[in-house]
């Protein structure tokens, strides 16, 4: 920890008492105890707490996270008073300006944040434009983009599966559905590679991103196709090229970060659980029956960014005062006991019982699960079938978690094969 970062965490440990007394020696919910293991936290916290718990995230600012099945989707079904607007937040005076969660907060004009009748409007037209996709041509491009990343690799005999494939599929894809030409979509997928980097380049490549993404809209103004992007240009809703650009910029994000992060965990479940990898010639169903399990038990998004309270609440065990931040944990809602009383019953494919899409009027919307779960079971299906013999190179229990509450997703995944 750096000496700024020091002070900082103190002057937050110093408001707790006189203003957050229950968070006063609250778990972290980050540093390598709970990286180690989430899933073991939140039991501890579950114990202790109940359905709601103090929390303490980076830098120990004060946070309530949702433990209970019933109250993730009692929080969204009221969005009237657990806002999604982080202006409300009673913190903010804690909060360093260089604070690396800042951007997950910071309230933006997309349907990932807006409510009422404009997240209606908006998330009509990405409906609408995701359930045109044809599923069947959809697969099949995605089998080409497989089959080209697994190309780069394949006479190697080794590959680093996260950086070399999982990251980089769901993201050509995404840009084959817009109608994105190659060439420009190999340039917006490096630039958004960088973007997630969060080195020195990160914010130039941002703009460059933007930039980007902006030209093709106006491409599609001046001449549309029958791509996805076109439908959406030509929307009856008529979003403005910025609406337009603030949701395409969702997506991509979604593609980089959900989707690659499916693909990883599934290739991780079928290649170091020896359930899976008894029948990995069992085709398709074994492939559907891991993505469901990594749905209940290793989500992709482990936890829903912030809840903000209106005015003041009763939750759980403990009342909250107006301004407090509510994180709803995706990961303790799925083991929830009351509705997993068996925590060893494996979940089967087609349950979707799960809170991996979210509830309520931000609930990922059918045609985009449709699409998400069509791109990562191409991926893990192909790598199978061109790597039969792909193994890890080490333990499945030794492999590294990218370290953050808000994504359980593998920092790498280092396999080896016979060279083909």
């Given at each position: 920890?750096?000496?700024?970062?020091?002070?900082?965490?103190?002057?937050?440990?110093?408001?707790?008492?006189?203003?957050?007394?229950?968070?006063?020696g609250a778990a972290r919910l980050y540093g390598d105890e709970f990286h180690r293991d989430p899933a073991a936290v939140y039991h501890q916290l579950r114990t202790r707490h109940g359905v709601l718990a103090p929390v303490l995230i980076d830098g120990d600012i004060p946070a309530w996270l949702v433990l209970g099945y019933r109250e993730f989707a009692y929080v969204l079904e009221n969005p009237e008073l657990y806002v999604r607007d982080s202006t409300l937040w009673n913190a903010w005076d804690l909060i360093p300006p260089d604070w690396p969660v800042l951007p997950i907060l910071l309230s933006?004009?997309?349907?990932?944040?807006?409510?009422?009748?404009?997240?209606?409007?908006?998330?009509?037209?990405?409906?609408?434009?995701?359930?045109?996709v044809d599923p069947l041509e959809l697969r099949a491009r995605c089998e080409r983009i497989a089959d080209e990343l697994i190309d780069v690799f394949a006479s190697a005999g080794r590959a680093e599966l996260i950086s070399q494939y999982a990251q980089l599929l769901p993201m050509y894809a995404l840009g084959?559905?817009?109608?994105?030409?190659?060439?420009d979509n190999r340039a917006l997928v490096k630039e958004m590679l960088t973007v997630a980097s969060g080195d020195a380049a990160a914010q130039e490549a941002y703009g460059r991103h933007r930039a980007g993404l902006h030209r093709q809209l106006a491409m599609r103004r001046e001449d549309a196709g029958f791509d996805m992007l076109s439908r959406l240009v030509g929307h009856p809703a008529s979003l403005t090229d910025d609406e337009?650009?603030?949701?395409?910029?969702?997506l991509s994000s979604i593609a980089h970060v959900t989707v690659s992060s499916w693909i990883g965990n599934t290739l991780r479940l079928m290649l170091g659980d020896p359930r899976f990898a008894a029948t990995l010639f069992g085709g398709r169903r074994s492939v559907s029956d891991a993505m469901a399990e990594v749905l209940w038990e290793d989500s992709p998004t482990p936890s829903i960014t912030g809840r903000w309270l209106a005015r003041p609440g009763q939750l759980g065990n403990f009342r909250l005062a107006a301004g407090d931040m509510v994180i709803l944990s995706v990961a303790a809602a799925n083991a929830d006991p009351r509705v997993r009383p068996n925590p060893e019953m494996v979940a089967v494919a087609g349950n979707q019982a799960h809170m991996s899409y979210g509830h309520g009027e931000h609930r990922c919307p059918v045609p985009a699960q449709e699409i998400g779960e069509i791109i990562a079971e191409t991926a893990v299906q192909v790598l199978l079938d061109r790597l039969p013999d792909v193994t890890l190179t080490v333990p499945a229990e030794d492999l590294v978690w990218q370290p953050t509450v808000w994504v359980r997703g593998l920092a790498a995944l280092p396999v080896v094969f016979t060279p083909g």
């Amino acid at each position: 920890m750096t000496e700024a970062n020091a002070v900082r965490q103190t002057v937050s440990l110093a408001a707790l008492p006189s203003r957050y007394p229950a968070h006063v020696g609250a778990a972290r919910l980050y540093g390598d105890e709970f990286h180690r293991d989430p899933a073991a936290v939140y039991h501890q916290l579950r114990t202790r707490h109940g359905v709601l718990a103090p929390v303490l995230i980076d830098g120990d600012i004060p946070a309530w996270l949702v433990l209970g099945y019933r109250e993730f989707a009692y929080v969204l079904e009221n969005p009237e008073l657990y806002v999604r607007d982080s202006t409300l937040w009673n913190a903010w005076d804690l909060i360093p300006p260089d604070w690396p969660v800042l951007p997950i907060l910071l309230s933006r004009d997309t349907v990932w944040w807006l409510s009422g009748a404009e997240h209606e409007r908006r998330s009509s037209v990405l409906h609408d434009g995701l359930a045109a996709v044809d599923p069947l041509e959809l697969r099949a491009r995605c089998e080409r983009i497989a089959d080209e990343l697994i190309d780069v690799f394949a006479s190697a005999g080794r590959a680093e599966l996260i950086s070399q494939y999982a990251q980089l599929l769901p993201m050509y894809a995404l840009g084959a559905l817009l109608g994105i030409p190659s060439a420009d979509n190999r340039a917006l997928v490096k630039e958004m590679l960088t973007v997630a980097s969060g080195d020195a380049a990160a914010q130039e490549a941002y703009g460059r991103h933007r930039a980007g993404l902006h030209r093709q809209l106006a491409m599609r103004r001046e001449d549309a196709g029958f791509d996805m992007l076109s439908r959406l240009v030509g929307h009856p809703a008529s979003l403005t090229d910025d609406e337009l650009l603030e949701e395409l910029l969702t997506l991509s994000s979604i593609a980089h970060v959900t989707v690659s992060s499916w693909i990883g965990n599934t290739l991780r479940l079928m290649l170091g659980d020896p359930r899976f990898a008894a029948t990995l010639f069992g085709g398709r169903r074994s492939v559907s029956d891991a993505m469901a399990e990594v749905l209940w038990e290793d989500s992709p998004t482990p936890s829903i960014t912030g809840r903000w309270l209106a005015r003041p609440g009763q939750l759980g065990n403990f009342r909250l005062a107006a301004g407090d931040m509510v994180i709803l944990s995706v990961a303790a809602a799925n083991a929830d006991p009351r509705v997993r009383p068996n925590p060893e019953m494996v979940a089967v494919a087609g349950n979707q019982a799960h809170m991996s899409y979210g509830h309520g009027e931000h609930r990922c919307p059918v045609p985009a699960q449709e699409i998400g779960e069509i791109i990562a079971e191409t991926a893990v299906q192909v790598l199978l079938d061109r790597l039969p013999d792909v193994t890890l190179t080490v333990p499945a229990e030794d492999l590294v978690w990218q370290p953050t509450v808000w994504v359980r997703g593998l920092a790498a995944l280092p396999v080896v094969f016979t060279p083909g």
